[in-house]
Nanobody, 124 residues
């Protein structure tokens, strides 16, 4: 089982980036899929997730209205579309999956599977 994140890079403030996370090894269509990020010297924090049971998407307050997460079950993947990027969005972004995640722990960074991370750098 593997999650492969891609799409990171360097972008100016106000710009956009599209992160992708491709899953392999089994079908993840019934899993909760999440995006987290970790800036240097900081703890890993929740960004967005699609909950397994209802397909509803949740966002942290810091990205709400700027980021959009979606899933493509046919491709066994999820996408994080990021716009209006700010310098404080600079971090390594990780995708994660969990087959038994409950809603109350959606934002806790202890998911079952993790990708390797992709660097996002926003210059101001």
């Amino acid at each position: 089982v593997q999650l492969q994140a891609s799409g990171g890079g360097l972008v100016q403030a106000g710009g956009s980036l599209r992160l992708s996370c491709a899953a392999s090894g089994r079908t993840f269509s019934s899993d909760t899929m999440g995006w987290f990020r970790q800036a240097p010297g900081k703890e890993r924090e929740f960004v967005a997730a699609i909950f397994r049971n209802y397909g509803r998407t949740y966002y942290s307050d810091s990205v709400k209205g700027r980021f959009t997460m979606s899933r493509d079950n046919a491709k066994n993947s999820v996408v994080l579309q990021m716009s209006s990027l700010k310098a404080e969005d600079t971090a390594v972004y990780y995708c994660a999956a969990d087959s038994r995640r409950i809603l109350s722990t959606l934002t806790t960074p202890n998911y079952e599977y993790w990708g390797q991370g992709t660097q996002v750098t926003v210059s101001s």
